[in-house]
């Protein structure tokens, strides 16, 4: 992670506000779009890689936090 961007190694509070909502907003979009406004289940075959990619950037998130209260 020697390389990572500065707002990952030592976000801020603005950083964590606009990464917090557009991960948010993101994940919440991509349930209405996987769940068709939600008619169908979230757990259907076809969106198995969308869920893995919201596991993954939910994930992304979390070690951006841990940075932020490590930092503090």
Same mark, same amino acid.
């Given at each position: *992670?020697? +390389?990572? &961007?500065? %707002? =990952?190694? +030592? &976000? #801020?509070?603005?950083? !964590?506000? %606009?990464?917090?909502?557009? %991960?948010?907003?993101?994940? %919440? !979009?991509?349930? !209405?779009?996987? #769940?068709? @406004?939600? #008619?169908? #289940? =979230?757990?259907?075959?076809?969106? !198995?890689?969308?869920? =893995?990619? *919201? =596991?993954?950037?939910?994930?992304?998130? @979390?070690?951006? $936090?841990? +940075?932020? $209260?490590?930092?503090?």
């Amino acid at each position: *992670m020697e +390389n990572a &961007p500065d %707002w =990952i190694k +030592n &976000p #801020t509070k603005e950083h !964590l506000f %606009w990464i917090s909502l557009v %991960w948010v907003l993101s994940v %919440w !979009l991509v349930v !209405l779009a996987i #769940t068709d @406004f939600f #008619t169908e #289940t =979230i757990f259907q075959k076809r969106a !198995l890689v969308l869920l =893995i990619l *919201m =596991i993954g950037s939910g994930v992304a998130v @979390f070690r951006v $936090y841990k +940075n932020f $209260y490590k930092k503090k």
